[in-house]
């Protein structure tokens, strides 16, 4: 097996999510949202954080990729059984999700420590609405062109 944080986590998606809900709230978010797939999985978190302009809202979407998860740890599968492949669907949601919590767990925590603001941690996951898709997507769509150097000359 690839050694992966969470890979047997059976800490259920639920708890996971409320976790990060709390977490976000004692960092000044609001207006939290969860965002469902087409199984009826949960797959994205969406919230707003105070801005840097009069405080002004900005949202922010937090993905968990259940299915780049999933392809990973059913390809670590030699022979599956019958029914192995549901069980590891359901270990790739709880999975993504602990690990989603751990992540934002250490991110809130450095904001608190005074170590990063929180738009400066969530930046990457700033979300636009219109053209449904986060800072970051927008970025690699553009070749990161709006960066000030080159991907590769860093």
């Not at 009826?40 to 299915?67: D, H, M, Q, T, Y």
């Not at 989603?100 to 603001?117: N, P, T, Y």
């Not at 929180?118 to 970025?139: A, N, W």
């Amino acid at each position: 097996m690839v050694n992966i944080r969470n890979y047997t986590s059976g800490v259920p998606v639920e708890r996971s999510v409320s976790f990060i809900e709390k977490r976000l709230v004692e960092t000044g978010a609001s207006h939290i949202m969860k965002q469902y797939g087409p199984e009826g999985e949960l797959s994205n978190i969406i919230f707003s954080l105070p801005g840097p302009r009069n405080n002004a809202p900005v949202p922010i979407k937090l993905p968990a990729n259940i299915e780049k998860c999933h392809s990973l740890l059913a390809g670590q599968v030699k022979r599956p059984r019958k029914g192995t492949m549901a069980k590891i669907r359901s270990q790739a949601e709880r999975t993504a999700w602990k690990l989603l919590a751990d992540w934002v767990d250490v991110q809130i925590s450095m904001i608190k420590l005074g170590q990063a603001e929180p738009l400066e941690i969530f930046l990457p996951y700033l979300f636009d609405s219109h053209r449904q898709q986060t800072f970051y997507g927008s970025l690699k769509e553009s070749g990161f062109k709006a960066l000030p150097f080159t991907p590769s000359s860093v």
